[in-house]
């Protein structure tokens, strides 16, 4: 049974850093591609970041530059490194993963930016 368990959210303020984490059990987070996601109040939940199982990654633009996902395989564990924070980035963070066409979901935790 897949299971995601985010941690690290919490109250920052803008220009701070956050490190998010997802500890999978089930599956193997280096032979699947990670990801994490983020949805805001009343807006629909959209793709921060994502690596594959050859470590290749990609970003939204919103968050270029100042996010980084990365794994630790022995930890089965994958992080996003949230650096200079803005209010905008306000939102709940998800990780997600995909086995045989079956999404697979964290809880989430909250993050919030103060201006």
């Known amino acids: 049974q897949v299971q995601l368990v985010e941690s690290g959210g919490g109250l920052v303020q803008a220009g701070g850093s956050l490190r998010l984490s997802c500890a999978a059990s089930?599956?193997?987070?280096?032979?699947?591609?990670m990801g994490w996601y983020r949805q805001a109040p009343g807006k629909q939940r959209t793709l921060v970041a994502r690596?594959?199982?050859?470590?290749?990654?990609n970003y939204a633009a919103s968050v270029k530059g100042r996010f980084t996902i990365s794994r630790d395989n022995a930890k089965n564990t994958v992080y996003l490194q949230m650096n200079s924070l803005k209010p905008e980035d306000t939102a709940v963070y998800y990780c997600?993963?995909?086995?045989?066409?079956?999404?697979?979901w964290g809880k989430g935790t909250l993050v919030t930016v103060s201006s």
């Open positions: 997600h993963t995909q086995l045989s066409s079956i999404d697979y």
């Open positions: 089930g599956i193997s987070t280096n032979i699947f591609i």
């Open positions: 690596i594959t199982s050859d470590g290749s990654t």
